[in-house]
Nanobody
Framework: QVQLVESGGGLVQPGGSLRLSCAAS????????MSWHRQAPEEQRELVAG???????NYADSVKGRFTISRDNARNTVYLQMNSLKPEDTAVYYC??????????????WGQGTQVTVSS
């Protein structure tokens, strides 16, 4: 079975930085698009940033210039470097990926989420 496992969340002061990681594991042939989403309390889940398998990226307007998404295809891992963090960035951050695996063909997967809290 394919799993996405996030790490790197935590508590940070406004203006600080965090780096999230998400590694896909299992009987994987290929990982296609990968992305980060977030959900704040009582809010809908929203796309933060996405990256294609060939490195093209897109960002939500609210994080442009502050967040950077990248990936390591050899490790089936996607990263989110978050700088100049604001209290409004507080949310649970979820990793998402389209994965081609021996167990499930091409399927979309979600990670379990990692909490990011920006507070003084």
């Amino acid at each position: 079975q394919v799993q996405l496992v996030e790490s790197g969340g935590g508590l940070v002061q406004p203006g600080g930085s965090l780096r999230l990681s998400c590694a896909a594991s299992g009987s994987i042939f290929r990982v296609y698009a990968m992305s980060w989403h977030r959900q704040a309390p009582e809010e809908q889940r929203e796309l933060v940033a996405g990256i294609t398998s060939d490195g093209r990226t897109n960002y939500a307007d609210s994080v442009k210039g502050r967040f950077t998404i990248s990936r390591d295809n050899a490790r089936n891992t996607v990263y989110l470097q978050m700088n100049s963090l604001k209290p409004e960035d507080t949310a649970v951050y979820y990793c998402n990926a389209d994965v081609y695996s021996s167990s499930n063909g091409i399927h979309n997967y979600w990670g379990q989420g990692t909490q990011v809290t920006v507070s003084s």
